[in-house]
């Protein structure tokens, strides 16, 4: 139950008639993973926090790099070689102390996503390689967990939200075949706009966030975002038979 000073706190979102007193409680009562602690989920993370969402756990293995500070707002200078995770929860939390946030110092292995997802309601996928994102995509689907997808590459912002509470595709896999690699291209080697990820990143606080609330519409869509010439582009997703996780 909400009670006044949350009425007070979130009153700009109960004041939406899509979201009201039901749709903020349930973002309150509400347990998200974010897989990730850099550029996509700093924004991510903010906005899911100042929303009050319930308990947040993310995971992270690494530490804060002097070149992540172009786009990683909450780390300063002094955080530099502390773990991205911890340092992040620990600034996030002095900005709502209501939200429960765990920082996991870990690899997004099998075997710890196993262990976490079963207690999840949505997913959010902020990390930057194929292959994490291919396992992640894999593992919501069987643990039949809502996972919403962005990814950030010099002016190219992509987003998808993957509904697999149903059990059925399409998915990341039916996008992306083992086949398709990424030529190793990343951040590090190709460069990324700074406020790329934030314009990715809030989108998919706002994705996380409707999921939650119930506003979620039906359709599987790849969100592609021009940041060079500003434009957004989507294209409707089937499921492909033969995938490999949603076939
Ligand atoms: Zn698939």
């Known amino acids: 139950m909400i009670n006044d000073k949350q009425l007070l706190r979130y009153s700009r979102h109960v004041l939406l008639n899509d979201i009201d007193v039901a749709g903020q409680e349930a973002i309150m009562a509400a347990r998200v993973l974010v897989i ?14 100042s929303s ?9 293995d690494d530490c804060v790099e002097i070149s992540n500070l172009q786009r990683q707002f909450w780390f300063r200078d002094a955080d530099i070689d502390q773990p991205k995770a911890h340092v992040l929860c620990a600034a996030l939390q002095s900005h709502n102390p209501e939200v429960k946030l765990k920082a996991l110092i870990q690899r997004a292995d099998e075997t710890l996503l196993n262990q976490l997802l079963p207690d999840m309601d949505v997913v959010l996928d902020c990390t930057d390689n194929i292959a ?14 809502p996972l919403v997808s962005a990814a950030a590459l010099v002016f190219a912002g992509q987003l998808t939200v993957y509904d697999f509470r149903q059990g059925h595709g399409p998915c990341y896999q039916c996008l992306f ?16 706009f700074s406020p790329l990820l934030g314009i990715m990143g809030a989108a998919q606080a706002g994705e996380a966030l409707k999921l939650l609330a119930g506003l979620h519409e039906d359709g599987c869509y790849l969100h592609c975002f021009d940041g060079r010439h500003f434009q957004w582009q989507r294209f409707q997703l089937s499921a492909v038979a033969d995938c490999p996780v949603c076939g």
């Not at 009050?52 to 992270?60: E, F, L």
């Not at 994490?132 to 967990?145: G, K, M, P, T, Y």
Request: include cysteine.
């Open 177 to 192: 075949a083992d086949d398709l690699d990424d030529n190793g291209a990343s951040c590090a080697k190709n460069g990324v």
């Open 36 to 49: 990730g602690a850099g550029g996509l989920a700093h924004p991510a993370l903010t906005y899911l926090v």
């Open 132 to 145: 994490s994102r291919r396992l992640i995509n894999r593992l919501c689907f069987q643990h039949r967990l």
């Open 52 to 60: 009050g969402a319930g308990q947040i756990t993310v995971v992270d």
